[in-house]
């Protein structure tokens, strides 16, 4: 009986330090989740700003391609 109980006792301390560690593992894994997913959203928001920079200056370029030509100038001169 006695045997039986210690059996029991070191089965249980067995599981929970499992279930400490595991615990402890997702915490860690959950910072570094959110520490790369932080880092993917900067680098997103990054390229929609220089995609927006692009798309102004190409809006600008095109109008001044469209006075030019009104005009009857050359866009590039030869």
Known sequence: MDLLKKRRI???LIIG???VFLYGKNLLERQSFRAVSGTLSTV?????LVESYIFQI???L???QTTHKKQG???FPH
Do not use: P, V
Not at 44 to 48: E, G, P, S
């Open 10 to 12: 070191s089965a249980f």
């Open 17 to 19: 330090l499992l279930l």
């Open 44 to 48: 997103y928001k990054d390229r929609l």
């Open 58 to 60: 190409s809006e600008k």
């Open 62 to 64: 095109s109008k001044i």
């Open 73 to 75: 100038l050359s866009f």
